[in-house]
């Protein structure tokens, strides 16, 4: 049998061809006296390719009946196209159904609901805008991963199963094998026996990849890790999903001024990318989801963006004159709203937030001379809001041994953690890139459940 030629490859031709192989899945299909004219999609590119399918054709009768959804296979010659808009058609000597749809396919012409879409996330790929979606997230896992290996970062893998709480923030899923309807009870106080568990200690799915890099990096120099991360945090909002990936950097002899240095180059870096690899992708996001999407981007990759501390962006939101749900004072955790303001209305490009005080942020980041702020640094974007969260960390065993205390932490279970800075101890730092809030911010896409190919949130795992 010949090979198959792609849809994106076959419109990309540059001279006719006999004896083509396509095959994809019947987008439309409509008649005129003599011929059949097919639209055939197979995901390799937003465009179809137009199959003819001449009355000659010994199955036409069955050609004619074809229906959106149904898979195909054909062969025949490539030639310009007598129609408007389309360079290459493909004109049949051979059409085999592959398989067949009907008129209960739930992807029909007419315009759907994004809920519509989410309840049938194993065909939505199979539309064209969820098809830009998943083309444009694959690419830009590729350009993380390029971005990081020109640069010579390592790749490391970090647990997904961990025993540490990462960001402290007890948003965690229990990994266990006990039986939840009688476990083990400790003789003692009868509370359950972790030590009867699995792992003989209880387990959590990985919020962050952070500390286990921060060991990578303390021998390695510049490393990353790319993978799932997982929250139990019960917000249903736009932009938080409760299994998402997470890219995190981490380098040994930086600080805080070459972490948000790097912050930046990477989205500026993965936007370019995006825009040079994904055009016919972005065209559809520019005309159906984001009007303002390619100046926006466009704004991005061309200027600097704003740098602030804390204490500065609450001055310029107590002055705002804006009437926030969060009143805006020192000590406030910026919430999406005052992150908004800042980066949207107020700077109207993408801002990076330094400096916060040291009671809403993790452990682990570095404490500044002045005793009251830690070297965190979140970077804010229109349209979405933190985008990156980051920060030096804390080399000093003395000063992160007192943080940890003060965050009511167990120092045995961090025995390994604190031997980093026992041993050859480093300044250092890193951050987290959000990978679904950047495809978000790269597609306009408004929210984080349409750029996740089967989204978990809140009450919501199906598939
Ligand atoms: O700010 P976060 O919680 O930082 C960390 O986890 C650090 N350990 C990272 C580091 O320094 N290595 O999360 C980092 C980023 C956020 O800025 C956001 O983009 C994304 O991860 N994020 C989420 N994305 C989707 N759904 C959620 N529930 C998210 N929580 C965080
Ligand atoms: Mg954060």
Not at 91 to 98: C, P
Request: charged share 25%.
């Amino acid at each position: 049998m010949v090979s198959a030629t792609s849809v994106k490859e076959a419109l990309q031709s540059t001279a006719p061809a006999d004896g083509m192989l396509v095959q994809g899945w019947v987008r439309t299909r409509r008649d005129s006296k003599e011929f059949s004219f097919v639209e055939l999609n197979d995901g390799s590119c937003l465009r179809n390719l137009q199959i003819i399918a001449r009355q000659t054709l010994p199955n036409y009768d069955a050609v004619q009946r074809l229906t959106t959804g149904a898979a195909i296979r054909a062969q025949g010659s490539l030639v310009t196209s007598q129609g408007k808009g389309q360079s290459w058609e493909l004109v049949a000597d051979e059409i085999e159904i592959i398989g067949g749809s009907d008129e209960t396919y739930p992807l029909q012409k007419k315009g759907h609901t994004p809920e519509f879409l989410r309840a049938i996330s194993h065909l939505r790929p199979r539309s064209n805008l969820f098809g830009c979606v998943f083309r444009v997230r694959s690419r830009l896992a590729f350009a993380v991963h390029q971005f990081f290996q020109e640069r010579g970062f390592v790749y490391v893998h970090t647990p997904i199963i961990t025993a540490s709480d990462a960001e402290g923030a007890g948003e965690l899923f229990s990994v266990t094998t006990l039986d939840l309807e009688k476990p083990p009870r400790r003789p003692d106080d009868g509370r359950v026996d972790y030590a009867q568990d699995f792992f003989a200690r209880r387990t959590f799915l990985t919020v962050s990849g952070q500390l286990e890099a921060e060991a990578f990096a303390c021998a390695l120099s510049k490393v990353y890790t790319f993978g799932p991360t997982f929250r139990a945090e019960n917000s249903n909002t736009s932009r938080h999903a409760n299994e998402f990936w997470m890219i995190e950097p981490e380098m040994a002899f930086c600080d805080l001024h070459g972490n948000m240095d790097l912050a930046e180059e990477m989205v500026k870096y993965l936007v370019h990318d995006i825009r040079e690899n994904c055009a016919e992708d972005l065209g559809l996001f520019a005309k159906f989801v984001d009007k303002e999407l390619l100046a926006r981007l466009e704004f991005v990759v061309d200027r600097p963006f704003q740098r602030i501390s804390y204490e500065e962006a609450i001055t310029l939101l107590k002055a705002s004159g804006e009437e926030f749900e969060f009143p805006v004072e020192y000590g406030l955790n910026l919430q999406s709203e005052h992150e908004r303001w800042l980066s949207e209305k107020h700077f109207k490009c993408p801002v990076t937030v330094f400096n916060y005080p040291k009671e809403i942020k993790p452990f682990y980041m570095r404490l500044n001379d002045d005793h009251r702020t830690v070297t965190a640094m979140d970077l804010l974007v229109p349209g979405i809001g933190e985008i990156v969260g980051g920060s030096q960390r804390e080399e000093r065993l003395d000063v992160l041994e007192e943080n940890m205390r003060r965050h009511k932490m167990d120092l045995a279970d961090y025995k390994w953690y604190l031997d980093l800075r026992r041993y050859g101890t480093v300044p250092h730092a890193g951050f987290g890139l959000g990978f679904e809030r950047m495809l978000m911010f790269v597609t306009g896409v408004a929210n984080i459940r349409d750029v996740i190919p089967f989204a978990r949130t809140p009450g919501s795992a199906e598939f």
